[in-house]
């Protein structure tokens, strides 16, 4: 089943663990389709989280956080990855989810360059966007928290926050 926009209208903390074990589905231009089970997520959640990019409010960068639930946010780092978030919450509430892994890939920059992610899909909504969704098959994870990774530059309080979420199976 493939998740719908009220699923991610939500608050980020409620959507990023549930998005452990679903489904990432990558339709290429050729008609092949790829599907990789979601390993690891990290919440990002509003202006009030420093290591949220919405912490120094809207920008040019960050207006798709604002647009409302189930718009896909990718943004480049270090120049040469890019990162696959889906926004949460309701619009004007810039909440994200990064998708940190999925199938083998164990980081977020391998897994945009495997599935051939990059900025073109930037601000479509993941629900109904026909080159990428995400389906829900039944499978549930278990789930093991930890705190963000590279976020030292947010301060300890924002650094230590367990707001990742891990599949221990993998």
């Not at 919450?89 to 998708?99: G, M």
């Not at 309080?157 to 221990?168: S, T």
Request: charged share 30%; glycine share 8%.
């Amino acid at each position: 089943m493939k998740l719908l926009s009220d699923f991610f209208d939500r608050d980020v903390l409620d959507v990023a663990p549930e998005l452990v074990g679903k489904l990432l589905v990558r339709k290429f231009d050729d008609g092949k389709v790829i599907k990789l089970r979601i390993t690891e997520t990290e919440a990002y959640r509003g202006e009030e989280d420093k290591a949220c990019h919405a912490s120094k409010g809207r920008t040019a960068r960050t207006e798709v956080m604002y647009k409302g639930p189930g718009c896909i946010y990718i943004y480049l780092i270090y120049g040469m990855y890019w990162m696959l978030n889906i926004v949460t919450e309701k619009e004007n509430v810039p909440q994200a989810v990064l998708i940190r892994g999925a199938g083998e890939y164990d980081g977020p920059g391998k897994l945009t360059k495997a599935l051939k992610i990059t900025k073109d899909i930037n601000t479509l909504n993941i629900s109904i966007c026909s080159q990428m969704w995400i389906e829900d098959d039944g499978y549930c994870p278990q789930l093991a928290v930890a705190p963000r990774i590279g976020i030292d530059y947010a301060g300890e309080e924002w650094a230590l926050k367990p707001w990742r979420f891990i599949d221990k199976r993998n």
